[in-house]
């Protein structure tokens, strides 16, 4: 006996690959459906390879008697509809950052917090993570547990898939733009992406920062540990699909490069490769379609105490989005949604 899984926001980059990942998976489905904006009625989406879905609208939807709605709008959408889908009986997994911080909705990445999925009958809605804070705290967890962190500092490295098809679009249409000669179009960014880099994702704050750094900080201290400070600097990159990220990390306890580099390979949704040597690291390029956090660079830093550098790379519509979601639609089902 499967489940029926609503996924809203479906014709989105998240949203069409959590019905990837829901396919590939194998997910326990009885039955599947398809949610967008009106706009996006009457076109069809792809369930993997097991069949092509009529794009319903969302606004006329009935939530009852389904069981999962994975759900990737807009925020403002989401803060709509989530609770609507929620009082009908259908546990909400949202990727969308409205609900991250509410004290009622567990934040969960399955391999670090798998635990506080408990809470989520308060709400009936689950929240998934920022995209980098993900692949940051599933590289962060295993060292954790051994060292306890202390601080974190962190440059990242955003593909413009985190920012939508159309920021895709847009740095391909510039690159090419620039290679013919012709005028470059800024619809998307502030400044042109292609062959440069924005220190600028989402909007920024009062002191300076960016919402974005603001998701990693909060966000790291709900998952994690409220203790940790995190100090990032989220930077858009002219690279389609994978995240990159530069940590620097301080501990409470000493921890060697070997002691962390096996920790590492001993961890869940983790693969290592660091190997000191020319092409002996990962790119974002060789991560896209992956599912595993992939960590290279691993190495003590020695101008503080306790001190470990680390070269983190995940494919962000994927480790960063759509798989959590799943794999928390999964740990749903398994513990507590049995049929
Ligand atoms: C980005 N993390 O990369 C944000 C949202 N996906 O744009």
């Known amino acids: 006996m499967g489940y029926k899984v609503a996924v809203i926001g479906a014709t989105g980059n998240v949203g069409r690959e959590m019905l990837t990942t829901l396919a590939e998976r194998d997910f326990p489905v009885d039955d599947v459906v398809a949610l967008a904006s009106e706009k996006s009625i009457g076109s069809q989406i792809s369930f993997g390879d097991k069949s092509v879905l009529d794009v319903q609208d969302l606004a006329k939807f009935d939530f009852r008697g389904w069981d999962i709605a994975l759900s990737s709008p807009s925020g403002a959408v989401s803060a709509q509809f989530s609770p609507k889908a929620a009082a009908a009986g259908c546990v909400v997994i949202d990727n969308t950052s409205h609900f991250r911080m509410d004290p009622d909705v567990p934040l969960i990445v399955p391999e670090v917090n ?135 990390v301080e501990f409470e306890r000493p921890i060697s490069a070997e002691d962390a580099t096996e920790a590492l390979r001993q961890a869940p949704g983790i693969t290592v490769i660091d190997h000191r040597t020319d092409e002996g690291f990962v790119t974002p390029v060789e991560c896209a379609g992956d599912d595993p956090v992939f960590i290279s660079r691993i190495r003590e830093d020695f101008s503080i105490e306790n001190g470990l550098n680390l070269w983190v790379v995940a494919d962000n519509l994927r480790k960063g989005a759509a798989l959590n979601a799943v794999q928390i639609a999964e740990l749903l089902v398994r513990d507590y949604l049995k049929k």
């Open 114 to 248: 798998p635990e506080a999925l408990a809470g989520y009958t308060k709400r009936n809605i689950i929240a998934n993570p920022n995209c980098s804070t993900i692949q940051m705290v599933v590289a962060l967890k295993p060292l954790h547990d051994l060292a306890q962190v202390k601080r974190i500092v962190v440059a990242t490295y955003q593909s413009v898939s985190g920012a939508g098809r159309d920021a895709m679009d847009e740095l391909f249409n510039q690159t090419r733009a620039i290679y013919v000669n012709d005028p470059i179009e800024k619809k998307v960014f502030d400044k042109q992406i292609a062959f440069n880099v924005i220190p600028h994702i989402d909007t920024f704050m009062e002191d300076g920062s960016t919402r974005e750094e603001w998701k990693m900080m909060v966000e790291t201290k709900k998952i994690l540990g409220s203790k940790i400070t995190v100090a990032a600097t989220c930077v858009r990159v002219p690279v389609f699909i994978g995240h990159a990220e530069a940590i620097n």
